[in-house]
């Protein structure tokens, strides 16, 4: 495995660096940021650069502007609350490029903060175009890329901008993601338990295939359960389910036999006669142990794969979590997800949560203090824990 370096490794003091981050966050109406959590993320980073007396020049995206200039979309609501959190002065640019910022970038002093404006504001950025990237890359001699959740893309300002600096590294973030999604998930301590829900087969074959090579016992909820139970013969009524990926959820069963990985589908199901996704409610529910009758569907696990899950996740050394186990939006069918939730948190072992809607659920049950790392990307995290290589990763120095 390849091994980024980090700001530790560099010389920083009155390098102009630029510092991708991932403030993404959401905002309300009258553009109060209300959620903090990305924000507070990237602090280590900036605290570090700071201390070592770096011109910090901080670039984001938020939302997806597409190329055009939307005041909803501007990162000037994050400027007040990253400088609170730091206890630090945050001066915000208008745009990211121009002359402006040239002068202001220019004149900065040593460890002082810059917030550009949106990325994405331009077109340039997600195109990866070369003008784009120069004019970001004038800015500074250093590059950090501190945004796990952008870095499966090769946009300006996570691959484009690294191919023009003569120094790139990751931030605290990004090493934290590799070392858990990649160095703690490749040779884990053992037994690794790997646990799989969520909606499609289709998004999480590869996962599945390249954790087979690594895991212990792969443990699998959600939807995708309905798919595999296809492929045992078995009849999963109105379930959502994705016929035409039965051959690929064979092969996984079939991989797993000749690798002597436990894979665990349920023994029992929450079924319900009515789904209503938007209203979040259930018609009347009852447990199918296995075949499920037509006319009803699948929106948990049952309470004896509550069980046999739990137990499993409690007497594993390392386990890593993606997806969720059912319908967890809506409270009838989320005590699968739940459950699953508290197994992790309370295990001894390293416990990782893999993105996603499983850090959402893992949030919305306060367990959030309780695992070792939640990953902060969602694409990402599955394609790196696919084995592919992330370009705003791979383009970074190796140590
Ligand atoms: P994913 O993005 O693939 O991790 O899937 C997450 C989504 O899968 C959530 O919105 C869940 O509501 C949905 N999901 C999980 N289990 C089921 C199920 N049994 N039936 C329908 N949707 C499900």
Redesign the pocket.
């Known amino acids: 495995m390849s091994v980024v370096q980090t700001i530790d490794d560099i010389e920083l003091r009155g390098k102009r660096v630029f510092v991708r981050v991932d403030f993404n966050v959401p905002l309300d109406a009258d553009g109060s940021v209300t959620d903090d959590s990305r924000v507070k993320a990237a602090i280590p980073t900036i605290h570090k650069l700071h201390k070592e007396g770096a011109k910090i020049i901080l670039a984001s995206h938020l939302g997806r502007p597409k190329g055009e200039r939307v005041d909803s979309m501007s990162l000037s609501p994050v400027a007040p609350v990253l400088s609170e959190k730091l206890s630090l002065p945050v001066t915000f640019l208008n745009d990211c490029v121009g002359e402006e910022v040239d002068r202001a970038v220019e004149n900065m002093q040593e460890g002082q903060i810059i917030l550009l404006e949106n990325l994405r504001y331009h077109k340039g950025e997600t195109s990866n175009d070369i003008e784009f990237a120069r004019k970001l890359a004038s800015h500074a001699e250093v590059f950090v890329n501190d945004a796990f959740g952008t870095a499966h893309r090769a946009h300006a300002s996570t691959f484009g901008v690294a191919e023009l600096l003569p120094v790139k590294v990751s931030g605290y973030l990004i090493a934290k993601e590799l070392e858990f999604l990649g160095e703690k998930t490749s040779s884990p301590e053992r037994p690794f338990t790997v646990i799989l829900?969520?909606?499609?087969v289709s998004?999480?074959i590869m996962v599945i295939d390249a954790l087979l090579d690594k895991a212990d016992t792969i443990i699998i909820g959600?939807?995708m359960a309905?798919t595999f139970a296809m492929a045992n013969g078995k009849k999963v009524g109105d379930?959502?389910c994705e016929p035409d990926k039965v051959e690929l959820a064979k092969s996984a069963i079939e991989k797993a036999r000749e690798k002597g990985v436990r894979f665990l589908l349920p023994v029992d199901t929450l079924g319900t006669n009515a789904l209503d996704f938007d209203a979040k409610s259930l018609g009347e529910t009852k447990i199918f142990e296995g075949d499920i009758d037509d006319g009803w569907?699948?929106?948990?696990i049952g309470p004896k794969t509550t069980e046999i899950y739990a137990k499993e996740v409690a007497s594993a050394k390392t386990v890593l979590w993606?997806?969720?186990?059912?319908?967890?939006?809506i409270v009838d069918s989320s005590k699968g997800t739940f459950a699953i939730a508290k197994a992790v948190a309370e295990g001894n072992g390293i416990s990782i949560i893999g993105g996603?809607?499983s850090v959402k659920a893992i949030n919305q049950s306060g367990y959030s203090d309780d695992v070792t790392f939640m990953s902060t990307g969602g694409g990402a995290s599955l394609e790196f824990l696919e084995g592919k290589s992330l370009p705003g990763v791979a383009v970074l120095d190796q140590k």
């Open positions: 829900g969520g909606a499609k998004d999480k959600g939807a309905y379930s959502l569907e699948g929106v948990d993606n997806g969720p186990m059912g319908v967890f939006e996603g809607d």
